[in-house]
């Protein structure tokens, strides 16, 4: 699976912006798919998932302000983030788990810069 992001960017405390992920494939072959952030010095951590069930999943500090969504016909998934915070600026990646024949796969796209000025 081929994961290319884009809509990273530059914005100011209290705006939005929305992150897409186009996967190379159906998405309904696709278990989960979800966006994980990496802040300078700190570890990879889980922003928002969802599955190929609609079942969504996201960390405490953005509950309320970011929304995760498909557009199975684009084979898409979106990060809207809102009422963003100094503390979301990060590097944010687009993740796919696949469970197959061989196993349980994890694919990245090559992230996406966001940087919230205060």
């Known amino acids: 699976v081929q994961l290319v992001e884009s809509g990273g960017g530059l914005v100011q405390a209290g705006g939005s912006l929305r992150l897409s992920c186009a996967a190379s494939?159906?998405?309904?072959?696709?278990?989960?798919m979800g966006w994980y952030r990496q802040a300078p010095g700190k570890q990879r951590e889980l922003v928002a998932a969802i599955t190929n069930g609609g079942s969504t999943n996201y960390a405490d500090s953005v509950k309320g302000r970011f929304t995760i969504s498909t557009d199975n016909a684009k084979n898409t998934v979106y990060l809207q983030m809102n009422s963003l915070k100094p503390e979301d600026t990060a590097v944010y990646y687009c993740?796919?788990?696949?469970?197959?024949?061989?196993?349980?796969?994890?694919?990245w796209g090559q992230g996406t810069q966001v940087t919230v000025s205060s």
């Open positions: 494939q159906s998405i309904f072959s696709i278990n989960t």
């Open positions: 993740h796919a788990g696949v469970n197959d024949r061989t196993g349980w796969n994890n694919y």
